[in-house]
């Protein structure tokens, strides 16, 4: 974890280190949890060795598979699970457990030889666009396809469907949800959460005027992928998208310029915490959970960790549905941003079938019943009782499903985000005003078409 909760209160005391921001371009749905952040040492499988020096067995059924470690579901649980299905099909699955920033090259890598290094990979949905355009992937065979039609929401699989094909089987649904100090909103005279972005500043005003707290909210609005979904929200939350009506990339409309205009009122006003602008998500998900935060957007990983006072603080924690602005919940009640994860299978795998056959195997709902705080990709699991008691926010999580946002689906995603990046962060900083930030990353993005 990042320290006791004296950190935080530290870290807003020091100047802004906003230029020297880390610029990661692909850390979308980057909630590395600590316990499992970087096990590729201790994992006893196939930690990176040489990529370059693929030594498959000439028999080519041992499967290998390119896992993420982050949050969600932890390198340990695929391993059990790798191990069971060796117990069952008698196939080993050689496991390689990166961070987030490196698998993208590590993928790109892979597909330009003859004999992928991974027949499996962990895919965000971030990367379908373009791994779809360069020939990475293999479709996903009619049998599995429908079962995701059949099982799954649109709300999920979308991403993972391109020209009327699936790409990858829905593996991580992981969205954002808004999360409160229940105990420090009560102490500000308030006892339900914002339903709306007025209320939610109006309540931030309250409990900083009472010196409840310097500053009530905290983002994870460093210049990384973390910045883009967190834009992606709130341009949700007043009524647009980053895609116009053709679903080309417009990322200076009305209502991408009416957020970004919000996110620098509330840094100039003290509501939201400057260190924001170096924050990731684990780092806000901790601070909330010390006790140190009224209002935050994170990912659903928070929810699995809020009832167990990892702090000793003994503070009412809650999640609810993100709030919207006035004018426009007469159209939607929320929003959020989609983080979801598949699992697919690299054109230039010797195995597919066994490799399908594995997908199959780690994706089903026998699985997510197994590890039920994260929010299963399938419709059925939800309202098992034992899902309901185990996860007492699925509703919650339901409902804001109602709100998703994609970002932009484009092959060329990971440029654009950069330079999405750049121009919001620049406006953060108060580099750039907000209109003209959005106007000249309007220009650029264009410029790559």
């Known amino acids: ?84 299905y060796r117990r069952q099909f008698g196939k080993e699955v050689k496991l390689t457990f990166a961070q987030y920033e490196e698998v ?23 990367w379908m ?15 599995l396809a429908a079962a995701i039609s059949e099982g799954i929401l649109p709300e999920i699989y979308t991403p993972f469907r ?87 990339p417009r990322v200076d409309s009305p209502a991408c310029i009416q957020a970004l205009r919000f996110m620098v009122s509330l840094l100039k006003e003290g509501l939201v915490n400057p260190y924001s602008l170096q924050s990731d998500e684990v780092f806000a998900g901790d601070a909330f959970l010390m006790g140190d935060v009224l209002f935050e957007t994170n990912w659903t990983f928070v929810t699995g960790r809020m009832n167990e006072d990892l702090y000793g603080k003994g503070a009412k924690l809650a999640a609810a549905l993100i709030p919207v602005a006035q004018a426009v919940r007469s159209r939607a009640l929320t929003s959020t941003v989609s983080g979801y994860q598949g699992l697919a299978v ?42 309901r008691q185990i996860d007492p926010n699925i509703d919650l999580k339901m409902a804001q499903l109602a709100g998703v946002h994609d970002r932009i689906g484009h092959p060329r995603y990971r440029m654009i985000s950069l330079i999405l990046q750049d121009s919001v962060y620049n406006a953060l900083r108060g580099a750039a005003a907000p209109e003209a930030a959005l ?9 790559l078409e």
């Open 1 to 84: 974890m990042k320290a006791a909760a004296f950190i935080i209160a530290l870290l807003t005391a020091l100047p802004l280190l906003g230029q020297g921001a880390d610029q990661r371009a692909d850390s979308g749905a980057d909630q590395r949890a600590d316990s499992g952040a970087d096990q590729r040492a201790d994992s006893g499988t196939d930690q990176r060795a040489d990529s370059g020096t693929d030594q498959r067995a000439d028999s080519g059924t041992d499967l290998r598979m390119l896992y993420i470690a982050q949050a969600g579901y932890q390198p340990r649980d695929i391993q059990a699970r790798a191990e069971d």
């Open 104 to 126: 993208y090259d590590l993928v790109q890598a892979s597909s330009t030889k003859p004999s992928a290094d991974f027949d499996v990979i962990l895919a965000d949905l971030i």
């Open 129 to 143: 666009d373009d791994y779809v355009a360069r020939g990475i992937l293999e479709q996903v065979p009619d049998r």
């Open 162 to 248: 391109k020209n009327g094909r699936f790409w990858a089987f829905p593996f991580l649904a992981n969205h954002q949800l808004f999360y409160v100090d229940m105990s420090l909103l009560n102490k500000a005279g308030f006892t339900r959460p914002p339903a709306t972005l007025e209320e939610m500043v109006a309540m931030a005003r309250a409990a900083k005027k009472a010196g409840l707290i310097t500053y009530p909210i905290l983002e994870s609005w460093n210049k990384a992928e973390a910045l883009i979904c967190d834009f992606t929200v709130l341009v949700g939350a007043f009524g647009g998208n980053l895609v116009d009506e053709r679903g080309l």
């Open 346 to 387: 690299t054109r230039n795998s010797r195995t597919k079938a066994e490799a399908w056959r594995f997908v199959e195997f780690l994706a089903s709902p026998d699985f997510q019943r197994q590890h039920l705080t994260e929010m299963s990709v399938w419709a059925q699991v939800w309202n098992e009782k034992r899902t």
């Open 439 to 447: 106007h000249s990353a309007q220009k650029k993005i264009k410029a």
